[in-house]
């Protein structure tokens, strides 16, 4: 795709559901590590500094993408995604990153 406007809604879709599921994923997986070992552990350094941002990263696609809830992207994540609803998009996928944002 050369141009912003020539990209699909089926694949903007694809790639803001990654891109928040992968960062809920990265904070969460960072917070076990930081739990487990402690900021010293040795696990290349990984902070609680470094899970806030990957949840905060999550919570601000999920804002952006709720301003246009009723734009093509976000119906398009509804529709073309099995399994997911509005409801778990701005209600389970946020509350994930909210949790993890206030360990």
């Given at each position: 795709y050369g141009k912003e406007e020539?990209?699909?809604d089926h694949v903007r879709a694809d790639t803001v559901e990654?891109?928040?599921t992968c960062s809920n994923n990265a904070a969460a997986c960072a917070a076990r590590l930081v739990t487990a070992h402690g900021e010293d552990g040795g696990w290349e350094?990984?902070?609680w500094a470094q899970v806030?941002?990957?949840a905060h990263?999550?919570?601000l696609?999920?804002?952006a993408l709720e301003r246009k809830k009723g734009g093509k992207v976000?119906?398009?994540m509804v529709r073309g995604?099995?399994?997911l609803t509005t409801e778990k998009l701005f209600g389970e996928y946020r509350a994930k990153s909210l949790l993890l944002l206030a360990r």
């Open positions: 020539e990209v699909p990654c891109m928040v350094d990984v902070t806030h941002a990957h990263n999550a919570l696609l999920l804002d976000a119906a398009e995604s099995p399994g």
